[in-house]
């Protein structure tokens, strides 16, 4: 990998909520392959709140269906939050569920991406890259 590639993702801190060992790991291993070396982790919806605000995460990739907060319980809890960069965490659903009311439900929620497992490397930097080019782009238009 060149250095060009990881500068892009230098300041990048991942969030990774998902109930399975495995998955985690899989998907930690995907983002050092992006070139994103910050990634926390949280085996649900309740630890990974503790996470983001223990560490400050850039963005988070969830799963949707954990016990005993699940993905959708997580993001609600995010978006009614008082505090405005919580609020505003991207969050990108990668779950195993493609049912129509489920995804329907995600975007009802304003969740940032949904990704349908298994996912594949491309398919998970494209989304982080759409992720991130609109916090810059939000950024700016806040004059930040």
Request: with cysteine; hydrophobic share 45%.
């Amino acid at each position: 990998m060149t250095d060009d590639k990881k500068t892009g993702y230098e300041h990048v801190k991942v969030l990774i909520v998902d109930d399975e060992v495995h998955t985690r790991a899989m998907i930690r291993s995907m983002l050092r392959q992006i070139g994103i070396h910050q990634a926390m982790e949280a085996a649900d919806g309740k630890a990974g709140l503790t996470e983001i605000a223990r560490t400050r995460p850039t963005l988070v990739l969830c799963d949707v269906h954990m016990q005993p907060v699940d993905g959708r319980q997580f993001l609600k809890l995010v978006r009614a939050t008082k505090v405005d960069w919580v609020k505003n965490i991207p969050v990108i659903f990668l779950t195993a569920d493609a049912k129509p009311e489920t995804v329907k439900l995600a975007k009802e929620l304003q969740v940032d991406g949904y990704l349908v497992k298994p996912v594949n490397v491309g398919d998970l930097k494209a989304r982080i890259d759409a992720v991130l080019k609109n916090i810059d782009s939000s950024a700016k238009a806040q004059g930040l």
